[in-house]
Nanobody, 121 residues
Framework: QVALVESGGGSVQAGGSLRLSCAASGRIFTIGVMGWYRQAPGAQRELVADTTSGGTTNYADSVVGRFTISRDNDKKTVYLEMNSLKPEDTAVYYC???????????????WGQGTQVTVSS
């Protein structure tokens, strides 16, 4: 069974930093796009950043210059370095993979369980 396991959430004051990690576990052969979404209370889930296996990155305008996404393909792990955090960054952050090839065949739209990030003013 494959899964995305997130870690690194928590509470910080505005201006602080956090680093999220998401590791894909299970018998996985290839992974496509890995990314992070977030969902604040009462809001829709939105893309924060994603990255291809080749390292091409994409960011939401609201996090450009503050957040950095990276991945280690050998470890099947994606990271989100978050700096200069603002109260409006408060949300549950979800790891996402658009497709992966596993021993049971391809899987699409795989989500992690979510990790809470709270930024206080």
């Amino acid at each position: 069974q494959v899964a995305l396991v997130e870690s690194g959430g928590g509470s910080v004051q505005a201006g602080g930093s956090l680093r999220l990690s998401c590791a894909a576990s299970g018998r996985i052969f290839t992974i496509g796009v890995m990314g992070w979404y977030r969902q604040a209370p009462g809001a829709q889930r939105e893309l924060v950043a994603d990255t291809t296996s080749g390292g091409t990155t994409n960011y939401a305008d609201s996090v450009v210059g503050r957040f950095t996404i990276s991945r280690d393909n050998d470890k099947k792990t994606v990271y989100l370095e978050m700096n200069s955090l603002k109260p409006e960054d408060t949300a549950v952050y979800y790891c996402y993979v658009d497709r992966m090839t596993t021993w049971r065949g391809p899987q699409f739209d795989v989500w992690g369980q979510g990790t809470q990030v709270t930024v206080s003013s």
